[in-house]
């Protein structure tokens, strides 16, 4: 494996580590929501699942940007 290769390998599992930890960020909020008896813990879970779907929509899109090879 070359070493071209090695750095998409890393980089492809970064993307698919940021997007996993999203979706947990995600299940969390969703969790404090379903459990929660007051509204200041409903309020905290959605702003957390909130927070985790914009990181999941944006954080692997920008980094792919930033890593994306220059055109030839």
Known sequence: MTDVEKL????WFVLVVVRMA???GA???LILIARAHDMGPKILG????????AMIAT???SLAHRWRSPPQ
């Open 22 to 24: 999203g979706v947990a």
């Open 8 to 11: 998409a390998q890393r980089r």
């Open 46 to 53: 959605t702003a957390i699942v909130l927070s985790a779907m």
């Open 27 to 29: 299940l969390l909020g």
């Open 59 to 61: 954080v692997p899109r």
